[in-house]
T-cell receptor, first 112, second 112 residues
Framework: DVKVTQSSRYLVKRTGEKVFLECVQDMDHENMFWYRQDPGLGLRLIYFSYDVKMKEKGDIPEGYSVSREKKERFSLILESASTNQTSMYLC???????????FGAGTRLSVL | KNEVEQSPQNLTAQEGEFITINCSYSVGISALHWLQQHPGGGIVSLFMLSSGKKKHGRLIATINIQEKHSSLHITASHPRDSAVYICAVRSYYGGSQGNLIFGKGTKLSVKP
């Protein structure tokens, strides 16, 4: 079974802190994605990566950056957390030629 | 206007009822996905469709490409079917690999 693991299920941070959300997949997938999910808005793509060290902005990249130094790991970075970044964050991965995305369990981030 | 619209937003059913969730989209697509998200956050891919109909257990997904519409049916519903069901499409013109456009989800609650 494909496994996508997010490092934390729940996280509480202070405004202005630098926050790292980690995602690891074990199926040698080329594509990895970071989404946020908010009530009434659905899933929105923040960033994605189609290869090591490659990244592209999604629909809402402002306030976020990403890092993909190894194929299996995709990190989402909040440089200076703000209260409007309180949300559920979901990581996903997929094979390059396949549409199906496999999701992690999500990280519920609260910024106080 | 959202490119992917789901209806209804919320649905409450009695155990055993036949359930239909609808998804309409406004872009040309190469594939449509139905996803299930249980309380707690994890998302599972149920179906990927590009034409016709697929069945898995009590779940049936259909798509009409000409009408740009898909339905997810659940036969003999059960309380464990309670979840948010999300429709997502991959546009022809997405450009980037694997990107999906998501509906806002339908929250289903099945009462015993």
């Amino acid at each position: 079974d494909v496994k996508v693991t997010q490092s934390s299920r729940y996280l509480v941070k202070r405004t202005g802190e630098k926050v790292f959300l980690e995602c690891v997949q074990d199926m040698d997938h080329e594509n990895m994605f970071w989404y946020r999910q908010d009530p009434g808005l659905g899933l929105r793509l923040i960033y994605f990566s189609y290869d090591v060290k490659m990244k592209e902005k999604g629909d809402i990249p402002e306030g976020y950056s990403v890092s993909r130094e190894k194929k299996e790991r995709f990190s989402l970075i909040l440089e200076s957390a703000s209260t409007n970044q309180t949300s559920m964050y979901l990581c996903a991965s997929s094979q390059r030629a396949k549409n199906i995305q496999y999701f992690g369990a999500g990280t519920r981030l609260s910024v106080l | 206007k959202n490119e992917v619209e789901q209806s209804p937003q919320n649905l409450t059913a009695q155990e055993g009822e036949f359930i239909t969730i609808n998804c309409s989209y406004s872009v040309g697509i190469s594939a449509l996905h139905w996803l299930q998200q249980h309380p707690g956050g994890g998302i599972v891919s149920l179906f990927m469709l590009s034409s016709g109909k697929k069945k898995h257990g009590r779940l049936i997904a259909t798509i009409n490409i000409q009408e740009k519409h898909s339905s997810l049916h659940i036969t003999a519903s059960h309380p464990r079917d309670s979840a948010v069901y999300i429709c997502a499409v991959r546009s022809y013109y997405g450009g980037s690999q694997g990107n999906l456009i998501f509906g806002k989800g339908t929250k289903l609650s099945v009462k015993p």
